[in-house]
């Protein structure tokens, strides 16, 4: 996979400790916990509303 440009992430403190434990106890980075989050999420929508078109 192509590494994109890094995409400066704001989130609440709670949350981040939060993403910051569930990487921990999956043994991912915090990175990685993200972009895992996010494809699910991404998946679970197409599986709802169809796949989504991109450029």
């Known amino acids: 996979m192509k590494q994109q440009n890094a995409y400066p992430l704001?989130?609440?403190e709670i949350l981040?400790?939060?993403?910051k434990q569930l990487a921990?106890?999956?043994d991912r980075t915090y990175r990685a916990q993200i972009e895992n989050i996010l494809k699910n999420?991404?998946?679970d929508y197409e599986k709802q509303n169809g796949e989504?078109?991109?450029d």
């Open 16 to 19: 981040h400790k939060k993403i």
């Open 24 to 26: 921990k106890d999956n």
């Open 10 to 12: 704001r989130l609440e």
């Open 41 to 43: 999420y991404v998946a």
């Open 52 to 54: 989504i078109q991109t």
